[in-house]
């Protein structure tokens, strides 16, 4: 699939209830020949209005730390791995996951990044390892296949625990670096 085709596939999409109760289908934004490609787990209120991943309050604080280590915005792609918003923002169900996992897949394989960052413990669950740690495993570099993937705390942890910015600052210190020695 081209990226016309995947985009009008994910916005026709059926395969689960989501569907249902979604404003917009949140395909993906950025670069599409990016080095580096951001995964969230699924869209929230905002993004579900909007149509666009991370736009709302957690996506401004990735955009603080994005500034933070001179990476703009508009050099990365960002993703999730649901296109549409679960009810009340609960936890994508395995099932959901399973419906809309391709959608990833293909976008992946069009963009061909160097490195993979999952915004949090879920992200990182399903594509890094199953049983991810993400207070114990935050920051740790992975090679799956072609790609090098690592794991930050999802923004919208931070809004709720700030102590765990000066964390997530030294990952994006640590991604950033990575991207120069690729």
């Known amino acids: 699939m081209d990226w016309k085709e995947l985009e009008q596939a994910c916005a026709e999409c059926k395969k689960c209830e989501l569907c249902k109760t979604r404003i917009n289908c949140v395909f993906g934004v950025g670069n599409r020949n990016a080095n580096l490609m951001f995964v969230g787990e699924a869209p929230g209120e905002q993004e579900d209005l909007s149509g666009i991943p991370f736009v709302g309050r957690a996506g401004q604080l990735l955009d603080k730390f994005?500034?933070?280590?001179?990476?703009?915005?508009?050099?990365?792609?960002?993703?999730?791995?649901?296109?549409?918003r679960p009810p009340k923002n609960r936890d994508p169900?395995?099932?959901?996951?399973?419906?809309?996992?391709?959608?990833?897949?293909?976008?992946?394989?069009?963009?061909?990044?160097?490195?993979?960052?999952?915004?949090?413990?879920?992200?990182?669950?399903?594509?890094?390892?199953?049983?991810?740690?993400?207070?114990?495993?935050?920051?740790?570099?992975f090679k799956k296949g072609n790609y090098l993937m690592t794991a930050v705390y999802h923004p919208a942890a931070l809004l709720r625990d700030p102590r765990k910015k000066e964390d997530m600052l030294e990952d994006m210190r640590k991604i950033k670096q990575k991207l120069l020695e690729t």
């Open 93 to 141: 169900l395995p099932e959901e996951e399973d419906q809309c996992i391709d959608y990833l897949r293909h976008q992946v394989a069009l963009i061909e990044p160097k490195v993979i960052v999952c915004l949090g413990r879920i992200a990182a669950m399903r594509l890094i390892k199953p049983d991810f740690k993400i207070t114990k495993e935050h920051g740790t570099w």
């Open 66 to 84: 994005l500034f933070a280590v001179d990476i703009d915005r508009e050099d990365v792609y960002i993703a999730n791995i649901l296109k549409c």
